[in-house]
């Protein structure tokens, strides 16, 4: 994987390093101070926290939870291509939600796989057998996929200045960051031991639904002012 992505980079570089001497251009802003004062960019931004303890959690123990819960023949092999297969089938939405986004919003898209995702976390409780696990692993992968790939085309419809784009985005992914950050550890706290001596699993799912919920409520309100604001 380390020279896979050696060898992209590479070739992006190369590709798109100027040929001949540019401008130095000035110093952008690291925080823009007006976007503390905007109560959708903040429920926004605030939003992706635990949005990504929701995303995130779950993939780094899914394999884990298949090799304890799903009992078959060689489990830790399919636990390593069932995580494959999630963000396989994620290409299509993440390619997908673009259109999605033209047609009915990027917003109202967002908020909408926010819900499917958190209705799909409550759903993984009930995951026990392999047919369970393939259908949650392809839905699962459908709706992340547009949670990755949409908070980017909402970012500009909150920035009254073009200039400040780079800033406030960096500003909207600095609390998801953290969410990445905590998220996995305090759901593996949650993953308790049972009578039956295996793992208990619901604590921790749970955990990561509430998390996406709170996304949606979030999220929801940008929805309502974006769309407010745009008539």
Excluded at 116 to 139: D, K, M, P, R
Excluded at 157 to 180: E, K, V
Excluded at 181 to 191: A, D, E, F, R
């Amino acid at each position: 994987m380390a020279f896979v992505s050696l060898g992209v980079s590479v070739t992006y570089l190369a590709i798109m390093l100027p040929s001949a001497p540019i401008e130095r251009p000035r110093a952008r802003q690291i925080i823009d101070s007006t976007a503390l004062r905007d109560l959708a960019f903040i429920n926004f931004a605030l939003g992706g926290f635990p949005v990504l303890i929701g995303y995130f959690a779950p993939l780094v123990y899914l394999p884990t939870f298949i090799e304890s819960q799903v009992h078959l023949h060689n489990s830790a092999d399919l636990a390593f291509y069932m995580l494959a297969a999630t963000n396989g089938v994620s290409t299509f939405s993440r390619i997908g939600g673009g259109f999605l986004a033209a047609r009915f919003g990027p917003c109202g898209t967002y908020t909408v796989a926010l819900t499917a995702s958190a209705a799909l976390l409550f759903g993984w409780i009930g995951v026990h057998n392999l047919g369970g696990l393939i259908i949650w692993t392809v839905l699962w992968g459908l709706t992340t996929g547009l949670i990755i790939s949409l908070p980017g085309t909402i970012a500009p419809l909150m920035c009254p200045d073009a200039s400040l784009l780079g800033t406030r985005i960096g500003m909207t992914y600095t609390p998801a960051a953290f969410g990445i950050l905590v998220g996995s550890p305090i759901g593996g706290k949650l993953i308790t031991g049972s009578a039956s001596g295996g793992p208990t699993w619901w604590h921790f799912q749970v955990f990561t639904a509430f998390a996406m919920i709170l996304g949606v409520l979030s999220n929801g309100y940008t929805w309502y002012h974006v769309s407010w604001r745009s008539g």
